[in-house]
């Protein structure tokens, strides 16, 4: 199973990106799929997930900037990040949740992609 993530590159602070993962619409397919992040140094820690029928679930640090969204015909997910802060800095990582419900447990995923680097200046 491959995840394909995209989008990721160097901002200034206040900026946006759109961070874009493709996975085959049979892997994604009744799943919810989400977003983590891994900077240097600390932990894999959760971003937003989606529900295979919406209902978005974000991590306290990204709500009000981030917003995530999915093209379920496609097998996409998307992370449209704005006001971007430099400490939005890591590794992006998507993943394909275990069942239909969005969750922010690690534990939860099946499927990760290789991650995108995301560098926002100060």
């Known amino acids: 199973v491959q995840l394909q993530a995209s989008g990721g590159g160097l901002v200034q602070a206040g900026g946006s990106l759109r961070l874009s993962c493709a996975a085959s619409r049979r892997t994604s397919s009744n799943n919810a799929m989400g977003w983590f992040r891994q900077a240097p140094g600390k932990e894999r820690e959760f971003v937003a997930s989606i529900g295979w029928r919406g209902s978005p679930v974000y991590a306290d640090s990204v709500k009000g900037r981030f917003t995530i969204s999915r093209d379920n015909a496609d097998g996409k997910v998307y992370l449209q990040m704005d006001i971007l802060k430099p400490e939005d800095t890591a590794v992006y990582y998507c993943?394909?949740?275990?069942?239909?419900?969005?969750?922010?447990?690690?534990?939860?995923?099946?499927?990760w992609g290789q991650g995108t680097q995301v560098t926002v200046s100060s």
């Open positions: 993943a394909v949740a275990l069942g239909p419900i969005a969750t922010s447990r690690f534990d939860g995923y099946r499927y």
